[in-house]
C-alpha cells in the first residue's frame, strides 16, 4: 500500500480531497504549516514548514508519492511567495528526491498562462504568460519539476489548476472550473499511471467554454465527470453583479491580470 503524502492539508483544496482521497489510498500523511482545526482521530498528519529543508525533508520519510498543494495559492506579497513557492517548492522536490519519493503531483494554477486572451485555445507546450507574482512561482514550480524529472527519474505531474470548488463562480469560471473528483481523478493518473515521465495537465473539468487542450490527460485515462454549462445560469447570474473591467475581462487570468495593472488599459495586448 503506498503511502502519500498531501501537503496544504488545511488549504481549501487539501480539506476538500482529505475526504476524498483515504478510500484510494488509505495510508495518507497529512501537512500543512499548521494542524488543520478539524482534524480527526483517524488522520495522520505532521507539520511543516515548507521553506525549512529539514522539516520538509522529516514529512518526506517512507513516502511514495506526494501530492503538493502546500503553498501560497493567491496572489501576495513577494517575500510570501519567495518563501512558500520558490524555496518551499524547491525544499519539496529536493526532499522527494532525497527519500527516493516516486511521484510528485504539484498544484500549478491557470496563473502560470494567464496572459493568454479569452479567445484563444492553448495547449500544454505554449511560453510562460504568468499574470502575478503567484504565477510565476508556479512557472518556477512547472520548471523545478521538469528538472527533477529529466535529471533525477522522479514522475512528474504539473496540474494547472482551473478554479476548484463545488460549481462555477462566474462567467470566467465556466471555462475552467474543475470538480472536486475530477481533481482526484487527474491525482490517480499522476501518482499512478505507469507512464508518467514529465506532464502538464490542465486542471479542468468537462467544460464546452475551455481554453485549454488537454488531450494528454484524455489519453492517459482522464474522464471528467463535472460539465460547467449544468450550473451556467448561477454563474451568468454571478457575474452580473461583477464591475466590468477591460483587462480582467480580455485574458484567462481575469482578476489577477488586472490587479496591479499599469499597462494602458485602452490596449490590451493579444499574444499570437
Ligand atoms: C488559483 O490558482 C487560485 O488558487 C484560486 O484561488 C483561484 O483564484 C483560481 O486560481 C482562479 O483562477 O479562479
Same mark, same amino acid.
Given at each position: 500500500m503506498p503511502r502519500i503524502l498531501m501537503t496544504g492539508a488545511a488549504g481549501g483544496i487539501g480539506a476538500s480531497l482529505r475526504k476524498l482521497l483515504p478510500p484510494i489510498y488509505p495510508d495518507l500523511l497529512l501537512s500543512d504549516v499548521e494542524t488543520p482545526a478539524d482534524l480527526c482521530a483517524g488522520e495522520k498528519f505532521k507539520a511543516a514548514d515548507l521553506s525549512d529543508l529539514a522539516q520538509v525533508e522529516a514529512i518526506c520519510e517512507g513516502v511514495d508519492g506526494i501530492l503538493h498543494f502546500g503553498g501560497f495559492s493567491v496572489e501576495g506579497p513577494w517575500d510570501d511567495i519567495l518563501q512558500s513557492n520558490i524555496i518551499g517548492c524547491y525544499n519539496l522536490f529536493e526532499a522527494a528526491r532525497k527519500n527516493g519519493v516516486k511521484r510528485v503531483v504539484f498544484a500549478s494554477s &491557470?496563473?502560470?498562462?494567464?496572459? $493568454? #486572451?479569452?479567445?484563444?485555445?492553448?495547449?500544454?507546450?505554449?511560453?510562460?504568460?504568468?499574470?502575478?507574482? $503567484?504565477?510565476?512561482?508556479?512557472?518556477?514550480?512547472?520548471?523545478?519539476?521538469?528538472? $527533477?524529472? !529529466?535529471? +533525477?527519474?522522479?514522475?512528474?505531474?504539473?496540474?494547472?489548476?482551473? &478554479?476548484?470548488? !463545488?460549481? #462555477?463562480?462566474? +462567467?470566467?469560471?465556466?471555462?475552467?472550473?474543475?470538480? #472536486?473528483?475530477?481533481?482526484?481523478?487527474?491525482?490517480?493518473?499522476?501518482?499512478?499511471? #505507469?507512464?508518467?515521465?514529465?506532464?502538464?495537465? =490542465?486542471?479542468?473539468? =468537462? &467544460?464546452?467554454?475551455?481554453?485549454?487542450? &488537454? +488531450?494528454r490527460a484524455y489519453d492517459l485515462g482522464y474522464r471528467p465527470t463535472g460539465r460547467a454549462e449544468d450550473f451556467r445560469e448561477h454563474a451568468m447570474a454571478e457575474q452580473a453583479k461583477l464591475p466590468p473591467d477591460p483587462v480582467s475581462d480580455f485574458y484567462q487570468g481575469g482578476a489577477f491580470c488586472g490587479m496591479e495593472f499599469s499597462g494602458d488599459k485602452s490596449r490590451v495586448i493579444d499574444w499570437k
Open positions: &491557470n496563473h502560470a498562462v494567464g496572459f $493568454y #486572451p479569452r479567445h484563444h485555445r492553448i495547449g500544454t507546450g505554449v511560453t510562460a504568460r504568468p499574470d502575478s507574482r $503567484y504565477g510565476v512561482s508556479k512557472v518556477f514550480g512547472e520548471a523545478v519539476g521538469a528538472l $527533477y524529472a !529529466d535529471k +533525477h527519474g522522479l514522475g512528474v505531474t504539473c496540474l494547472r489548476i482551473g &478554479n476548484f470548488g !463545488d460549481k #462555477p463562480l462566474d +462567467h470566467r469560471r465556466l471555462s475552467i472550473w474543475l470538480k #472536486p473528483e475530477d481533481l482526484v481523478q487527474l491525482c490517480r493518473i499522476g501518482l499512478d499511471h #505507469p507512464d508518467i515521465h514529465f506532464e502538464i495537465f =490542465y486542471g479542468a473539468s =468537462y &467544460n464546452e467554454r475551455a481554453w485549454w487542450d &488537454n +488531450h
